[in-house]
């Protein structure tokens, strides 16, 4: 089992950058896939980006490609969403999810473990 918290969230104005950071503890975090989600108020949530365990392969959302970057550093235990250029279409509470599947597919399946969300407000 593994635990998380997200952290990095805040309130930025349209076009600027922001990175969030998902700190794992517990199991390894080269165990898993890697995640992040987010929903709106009113919405779903929804598929953001996904890394794999050795971080050869990422997957995006066609919202957010282009302007969004996953990485991790298993050394660290950590996990990184940078998101550049925002728009005030991506205020929403983000959310980081380990995956015992496979990257590909966490856009689908989600995850196995979550963490607890951070707010991430963009005004126009």
């Known amino acids: 089992q593994v635990q998380l918290v997200e952290s990095g969230g805040g309130l930025v104005q349209a076009g600027d950058s922001l990175r969030l950071s998902c700190a794992a503890s517990g199991r390894t975090l080269s165990s898993y896939a890697m995640g992040w989600f987010r929903q709106a108020p009113g919405k779903e949530r929804e598929f953001v980006a996904s890394i794999s365990r050795n971080a050869i392969s990422t997957y995006y959302a066609d919202s957010v490609k282009g302007r969004f970057t996953i990485s991790r550093d298993n050394a660290k235990n950590t996990v990184y969403l940078q998101m550049n250029s925002l728009k005030p279409e991506d205020t929403a509470v983000y959310y980081c999810?380990?995956?015992?599947?496979?990257?590909?597919?966490?856009?689908?399946?989600?995850?196995?473990?979550w963490g607890q969300g951070t707010q991430v407000t963009v005004s126009s």
């Open positions: 999810a380990a995956s015992t599947a496979t990257a590909q597919r966490m856009g689908a399946l989600g995850g196995n473990y």
